[in-house]
């Protein structure tokens, strides 16, 4: 008779959603009717699609940025109080925790004192970003959990300065990000008239970032009399709210909005992009695309940003390739003019920049491919050797 596990995952964005699928779908082809999985989570709809039992919907505690965190606080504290509650009886086997940091190793925490976690192994996925913003943030994971898993190249190292031991099984989006260019047919030389800009992946990023963004193409179409064809790759949910933009602003004629993973091609043959700081930077830099990071955020949240934050360090390709190649303009940096005078070096001037992130990229793709096996197999293993 086969032995129950239980796996207990939870994640707390749309990203982590994607990453836990994936991981659940390579946990069941290696089980190989080994053990009988029973799946429960703080899922997306992805997990609910592979089967696992939800407790409740991850956007109940997804906020993003300290203020609205904080405004939130005593809800969160609620829910997570419920939540122990909850997986006392379900009593895991494993719990993995995907981002959400600061709720994760909040409920690891109030696991460990409740005595919950005797059986229960706790594996924590993408760890907080110490490299880019208060490093002493790594003392709140010592001994907290049974393993800390690195999704970013070179992130070790600053853990160890602290004396939190991590993995690095390799990351998960940009391997397979990297697969699909591989597969891709996208030409070799770049389409001279297409270029992007991607607002951000999160409505509050969107809401503070768009009309700067098309206020900026306004700008740059006079200038090139134009002869620039936009795309404006986004998330399906945020497409109304975009194009009721674009219109206010008579654009609907230069910028289409497009869908990433469908109109791939178009985006990997683009000459230049503007792009929100995120996961987006680096999946462009990947495809040798000169990019120009900007971020706009609330008040509160920039006075945060600006005392506990590394700008060196935020934009992740200038992290992981220790090089600074792609410019950031963050907050009153982040206005039309300034963003103009960026797109124009890097539109004059695009066989230079080109070369430039065509040699960025080669350097990326060393430091996230060290092994061939990748994340999910990987991970999964140790996984396999806890619940053994």
């Known amino acids: 008779m086969k032995k129950l596990k239980n796996i207990f995952v939870l994640v707390g964005e749309e990203s982590g959603d994607i990453i836990a699928s994936d991981l659940i779908q390579e946990i069941k082809k290696q089980n190989k009717e080994k053990f ?44 997570l109080n419920k939540l122990i509650k909850k997986i006392k009886i379900i009593n895991p086997d494993v719990l993995i925790t995907i981002d959400a940091k600061l709720f994760s190793v909040s409920l690891a925490k109030g696991l460990k004192k409740k005595y919950i976690t005797n059986g229960t192994k706790l594996v924590h996925v993408v760890l907080p970003t110490i490299w880019a913003h208060s490093p002493s943030r790594a003392y709140k994971w010592k001994n907290v959990f049974d393993l800390l898993v690195s999704i970013i190249p070179n992130e070790d190292s600053y853990f160890a300065n602290y004396d939190v031991k991590t993995v690095y099984f390799g990351n998960p989006v940009f391997e397979k990000f990297l697969n699909k260019v591989k597969t891709s047919k996208h030409l070799k030389t770049k389409n001279l008239t297409n270029c992007l800009i991607l607002p951000g992946s999160r409505e509050s990023e969107i809401n503070y970032n768009i009309d700067i963004l098309l206020k900026t193409v306004l700008k740059i179409n006079y200038h090139y009399k134009n002869k620039i064809k936009w795309l404006l790759p986004t998330l399906d949910r945020f497409q109304k709210t975009i194009l009721h933009k674009i219109k206010f602003y008579n654009l609907q004629h230069t910028i289409e909005i497009v869908n990433f993973d469908k109109s791939f091609k178009k985006i990997a043959e683009s000459k230049v992009a503007i792009s929100c700081s995120g996961t987006a930077t680096l999946q462009l830099s990947l495809l040798s695309i000169p990019t120009i990071v900007i971020y706009k955020t609330s ?21 992981i390739s220790g090089k600074k190649v792609l410019p950031y303009l963050f907050q009153e940096k982040f206005n039309t003019e300034n963003l103009f005078k960026s797109f124009c070096e890097f539109y004059d001037n695009y066989k230079f920049h080109k070369n430039k992130f065509q040699r960025l990229s080669n350097d990326l793709k060393k430091e996230i491919i060290r092994d061939k096996n990748g994340f999910n197999f990987n ?10």
């Open 299 to 319: 008040f509160l949240n920039a006075i945060f940003a600006r005392l506990f934050v590394n700008i060196d360090n935020v934009v992740l390709p200038n992290f």
């Open 36 to 79: 009988n999985l029973n799946f429960f989570g703080i899922t997306g709809p992805r997990m609910k699609s592979c089967g696992v039992s939800s407790i409740f919907d991850f956007t109940e505690i997804n906020y993003l940025g300290v203020s609205e965190i904080i405004l939130n606080f005593f809800s969160l504290k609620i829910k």
């Open 379 to 388: 991970l999964t293993k140790a996984i396999f050797n806890i619940l053994s």
